[in-house]
């Protein structure tokens, strides 16, 4: 069954479970499904369990929708930078952040949802209707299945919430307006909330059937993917946020488990290239793809993901500079390794870093520069090579505006076996885990590496990067001193891999790296090398009749941008040779460490104040 033919057949209950409005009338509806006479069989799970997709798998949303969705919604990071000041943390409490609706309210400083608890109430739903009417009619197998369905979801709202608010309440059951003691209830400690989550996978792991009817229904290989996602990132903040050692073994352990549990049922995915994974029409097949969404444009269900990536569409923020040293050369080595000082400024041209660098540069970002990007680096992972072609003409639907109807991945197998590699990694170096060998890595960051490269890289001269050896890392001068080289590697890998998805903001948080969006060095404020007398005399043009803000900053010998700025004066065009300078660009407002986790609204602490009861502040929020 596709996606989209999913999100249809689960309107009605997702309307009907939703609604808190009592009748007015003692009539019943003759086109609603009833609560009370819906719930019969097995078919009846299925239906509902559909509603929980679009919230969950939601690919490229829908429309010009931004929520959870990759180059338009997940661009507060240290990869992207925009014109003028940096969008800031927020530095106050709100008067509200919350919700009741189902819609996917979220909050783009934390890359995740509001204060809402309808996603948990109606898997609770689900959990109850199981239990209560429909166990007599179901095998079970049936039964295990639907109620591993259901935990899995409640699951992933926990997780989600966890890892936007720290602590929340936890709730296990289907509450009326009666239950005010645990509909006000104060805040459960991390822990133990993440603790009930781990008990819940750990039913989904045992109990999901391993296929269900169609590959594109949920199933205990897709939903181990995830777990491998949530527990890796509740390992590792339990880990850096110093919170509970014995928590971040017990996680990481069974982030390691659930992704080898996906790579033994799937032992060779990487057999197409990089960019067929985000810019395909249809995703049916591709080995990498654990889970997709289907966009059909005769049924109405569009995208707007890959205009934003079409050469013409502007985004706002883009790749900086930071981001671009970040990237390996295709030898594996780095820009600043041992014999590659001193190197010049051409170094980081668009067209040098397309052939020199690992082949995922040059299948994300154009191979010129562009004045559509900020930072003059465009970015287009997510869209077809095709797409290009109409820069300058009338885009087609497919290409253009929100009528894009190419297949979203949801989740894969890149991201499992990255997920799987790290959790190994921290387990070796921090909890008497086994050590990391090359048959590890060759599974692994090597697997990834070796991907095919598709017809057009190839004629460009692209080449796969080299593989990683163990022990034998890469030298990288601007290495944290607290990160071993391993790790190093392995956030490297991450941040190459997953340019304009949905991790790199996560990544930082968990790792307890938040003074990365601290954009106090230049490299963050600058994109790549340019000559634009050569490369984009037309800018030069414009600006010569306006503002006259085009400016770069020189190199060093050995590369860094030395401060030295030059500012285009209409008679100097020769002289604009140098990195790109992003117009007026400057760092976010300061913020400190109490950013990590998010606020809970004045309004929210007042409505339990009212009821009797006490809602606690975020930790540094008070």
């Known amino acids: 069954m596709k996606f989209h033919k999913i999100i249809y057949s689960a309107a009605a209950v997702t309307i009907l479970l939703s609604s808190c409005v009592k009748e007015t009338l003692d009539r019943k509806p003759l086109t609603q499904i009833l609560d009370e006479n819906y719930w019969r069989n097995e078919d009846d799970l299925r239906l509902f369990g559909n509603g929980f997709y679009t919230q969950y798998f939601n690919g490229f949303a829908t429309g010009f929708t931004l929520d959870y969705t990759p180059v338009r919604g997940y661009t507060f ?23 009741n609706l189902e819609s996917a309210a979220w909050q783009p400083l934390y890359g995740g949802p509001t204060w809402d608890f309808a996603w948990v109430r109606k898997a609770n739903i689900f959990l109850n209707r199981i239990e209560t009417r429909v166990k007599p009619n179901l095998s079970t197998d049936a039964y295990n299945h639907w109620t591993a369905v259901a935990r899995f979801f409640r699951a992933y709202e926990y997780s989600r919430l966890v890892s936007v608010f720290g602590d929340v309440p936890y709730i296990d059951q289907e509450l009326t307006t009666e ?145 671009v040293r970040s990237f390996l050369k295709n ?37 010129k520069p562009s004045s559509n990007s900020a930072t003059l680096l465009y970015g287009y992972k997510f869209a077809p090579r095709a797409a290009l072609d109409y820069i300058g003409k009338t885009y087609p639907p497919a290409y253009g505006s929100s009528t894009n109807t190419s297949d979203a991945p949801v989740i894969r197998m890149g991201e499992v076996v990255l997920n799987w590699i790290e959790a190994k990694a ?33 004629a460009k001269g692209i080449q796969k990067t080299l593989p990683l050896v163990v022990n034998a890392y890469p030298v990288d001068n601007l290495r944290d001193a607290d990160v071993p080289p391993l790790l190093w590697e392995i956030r490297r890998e991450r941040r190459m891999e997953f340019v304009f998805e949905q991790f790199r903001l996560g990544d930082i948080r968990r790792w307890k790296k938040i003074t990365y969006m601290n954009f106090n060095k230049p490299e963050y404020l600058l994109g790549p090398w340019v000559n634009l007398q050569t490369e984009m005399p037309a800018l030069l043009t414009a600006a010569a009749a306006t503002a006259k803000n085009v400016k770069v900053m020189k190199a060093d010998a050995n590369g860094n941008p030395n401060g030295t700025i030059v500012t285009y004066d209409g008679t100097n065009a020769a002289s604009m040779i140098g990195f790109w300078m992003v117009t007026n660009a400057s760092n976010r407002a300061a913020f400190t460490d109490k950013v990590y986790l998010s606020p809970v609204g004045l309004t929210q602490i007042q409505q339990y104040a009212e009821k009797g009861y006490k809602l606690t502040q975020t930790t540094g929020w008070q």
């Open 179 to 323: 239950d005010l003691p645990i509909l006000y209830k104060d805040r459960d400690s991390r822990g133990l909330v993440m603790d009930k989550v781990y008990d819940d996978l750990k039913y989904v792991m045992a109990n999901m059937r391993e296929n269900d009817q169609n590959a594109q229904y949920l199933n205990r290989v897709i939903a181990a993917g995830f777990i491998s996602r949530f527990m890796l990132f509740e390992g590792t903040w339990q880990h850096y946020h110093n919170l509970d050692q014995a928590r971040a073994k017990k996680y990481l352990e069974f982030a390691r488990d659930a992704a080898e549990y996906v790579m033994t049922k799937n032992p060779n995915p990487f057999t197409r290239d990089f960019k067929s994974i985000f810019s395909s029409e249809s995703l049916a097949g591709h080995p990498e793809v654990l889970l997709y969404r289907t966009y059909d444009a005769a049924l109405s269900v569009t995208h707007s993901t890959l205009s934003y990536q079409n050469g013409t569409e502007v985004v706002g923020v883009d790749a900086n500079l930071n981001l």
């Open 426 to 458: 921290e387990l070796e170096l921090y909890y008497g885990g086994t050590a990391v060998t090359q048959a590890d890595l060759n599974r692994s960051i090597n697997a990834i590496r070796n991907r095919p490269l598709d017809a057009e890289a190839t």
């Open 331 to 367: 030898d594996g080595t780095t820009w600043n390794g041992p014999g590659t000082l001193p190197i010049a400024g051409t170094e980081f041209s668009i067209a040098n870093l397309a052939l020199t660098r690992d082949p995922r540069f040059e299948a994300s970002f154009m191979s």
């Open 77 to 99: 990071n240290d990869d992207l930078t925009g014109k003028n000041a940096q969008t800031a943390f927020e530095s106050s409490v709100p008067s509200s952040r919350a919700s």
